[in-house]
């Protein structure tokens, strides 16, 4: 749209299928606080994995605290669980004449659970927080393009500065936002749990708030043992539309994702939407009818360790490609997962649409499955470094079934039985701990849950430079670029253009190999009712009833 036009996110958020569409831009014990209430029915027992890290919103992005927060906090604006189109939470407006600089406007009277008030100050601290490099928060590169981002998080060395420049408290419900260039859809990533709020006793009693988050969403911590069970129930002060319709949430924690579903099956669990790739075969008839497969934003891939020497070579480019070529993406998709997963062709997904980004076959050969050409390309580069590939991924997830399969199609494609194997990794923090800290030394299981419905989401944090999703080590100056210029290109079709540019370096320089996009499934037992799957293939908690 015109620099001249002034945007009010209230009004735009609308017409969703232009925000979609605008690629200008995912133990402590003790009952309640005194915010506590039993809701209005029994409690929900839900299939669960420990998160990774302590759930602080700015450094938490996998899905496990995901979740979490997702229930206890709610930003600037929330997504429609039907159709992921933005809409305002906490924000009253989100407005800009130029697309650079906001003022935002909350919603009076909101709480956190520990009955103090939602201010401004509480999103800019919380924001402060979260971009400053010494406080080491994963998210800390969303916050990049807010002015003063380089003085609080330098590419290298001590930050010169500990807030960001850009952000100022106007009133107790009024701050402003300066970016450092024009990003006409950034109020469409606000959802993410980043920018969510904080209560000023996380920075007062940082252990106590780590020990039982407190948040200002639908629901509250009552209690939370680590590595067994968290208990949430509903905060009787929250002030958004989406109040529970069930008594609490328990999320219980499973290392084994067979033994939740015979938990599922006999009655001990009320919904699993973590479940094993053996029983999609069986689950609709298991549950009788009580199973829901649908498209979701995400998409699974294989990521390679750039930051090792040996990956990283012209002659392992070709490998890489060849690799690639070697996936029967088709028949594993139709063997392995009972065709609810699709073979993908690019790095977003359909949900997308083509309006918002999603092009089928932007991959190219790399996404064709051509084990002759796979064999020869990965005989020109010299072969698979090390000598045989491991795939790594988390042994409390439901990969190995398709790893395997994806090795058996590698190896068969190379005529070598022995040339591929998989390689479990403990839980899923482990797995994700090793990831982050750069130690792979050979390809990883990766995939990627969009936080906001733009295709910015799915390239931006994971391949641009020093992103805080990008576990390949991939960086490209070219590709940076574009991200930039789409961000800032206020024509929709022209940024769309320049994003899908940056995915066509993507094709070539492989980062990581696309796999297939994933449809959310769930399965739930004869007690809950109303039970769906939001956009990000995450159960919508709030709504689920209990007979």
């Known amino acids: 749209m015109p620099a001249a036009t002034r945007v009010r996110w209230a009004v735009v958020v609308a017409t969703s299928v232009v925000l979609v569409a605008t690629g200008c831009g995912s133990s402590g014990g003790g009952g309640g606080s005194s915010g506590a209430s039993g809701g209005t029915g029994g409690i929900v027992t839900a299939w669960w994995g420990d998160p990774q890290n302590p759930l602080e919103p700015a450094n938490t992005n996998e899905v496990n605290g995901g979740a979490v927060l997702n229930m206890i906090f709610r930003g600037l604006i929330q997504y429609d669980p039907k159709t992921s189109a933005p809409q305002n939470a906490n924000a009253e407006s989100i407005t800009s004449d130029d697309q650079q600089n906001w003022t935002v406007k909350l919603k009076p009277g909101w709480k956190f659970s520990d009955g103090t008030t939602v201010t401004a100050k509480s999103y800019v601290d919380a924001w402060n927080y979260g971009a400053l490099s010494t406080n080491k928060q994963l998210n800390s590169s969303f916050f990049s393009y807010i002015q003063g981002y380089d003085q609080v998080a330098p590419a290298s060395g001590n930050p010169t500065a500990q807030t960001l420049s850009g952000l100022k408290v106007v009133d107790d419900n009024t701050f402003t936002v300066a970016l450092n260039q024009k990003f006409s859809t950034w109020p469409a990533t606000l959802g993410y749990s980043a920018f969510v709020p904080l209560p000023a ?64 099956q006999a009655g001990n669990l009320d919904v699993d939407n973590g479940l094993p790739n053996s029983a999609l075969k069986t689950v609709e008839t298991d549950l009788n009818g009580r199973f829901l497969n649908t498209p979701a934003g995400i998409i699974q891939t294989i990521s390679f360790p750039l930051y ?218 004869d007690r809950v009712t109303n039970v769906l799957l939001n956009p990000f293939s995450v159960p919508v908690y709030d709504q689920i009833t209990v007979k």
């Open 308 to 525: 090792q020497a040996n990956w990283n070579t012209p002659n392992a480019q070709k490998v890489r490609l060849g690799l690639a070529m070697a996936i029967d993406r088709n028949t594993i998709t139709k063997v392995v997962f009972n065709n609810t997963r699709t073979p993908a062709s690019d790095w977003t997904s359909p949900v997308l649409g083509a309006a918002g980004g999603f092009k089928e076959g932007i991959c190219g050969q790399a996404c064709t499955y051509n084990p002759t050409m796979a064999k020869q390309l990965v005989q020109e580069g010299g072969g698979i470094p090390g000598g045989q590939l491991t795939i790594s991924y988390n042994a409390d997830g439901p990969h190995k079934e398709w790893v395997d399969a994806v090795c058996n199609s590698i190896n068969n494609a190379l005529g070598n039985t022995s040339a591929c194997v998989g390689n479990p990794i403990g839980t899923f923090a482990d797995f994700r701990n090793q990831v982050t800290t750069k130690k792979m030394t050979g390809p990883f299981r990766t995939g990627w849950q969009m936080d906001y419905p733009l295709i910015q989401n799915f390239l931006q944090p994971v391949y641009t430079t020093g992103a805080s999703s990008n576990d390949s080590g991939y960086s490209n100056p070219q590709f940076d670029s574009l991200v930039n210029q789409a961000n800032a290109n206020p024509d929709n079709s022209s940024a769309i253009s320049q994003f899908q540019d940056g995915e066509k370096l993507l094709a070539t320089d492989l980062p990581a190999i696309p796999l297939w996009y994933q449809n959310g499934t769930v399965g739930w037992s």
């Open 201 to 264: 006793s996380f920075f007062s009693d940082h252990a106590a708030y780590l020990n039982k988050p407190i948040g200002n969403g639908p629901y509250e911590i009552a209690s939370w043992t680590k590595s067994a069970k968290m208990e949430l129930r509903p905060f009787s002060g929250f002030s958004g539309t989406d109040k529970p319709k069930n008594g609490g949430i328990d999320l219980k924690v499973y290392t084994d994702t067979n033994a939740a579903y015979a938990d599922l």
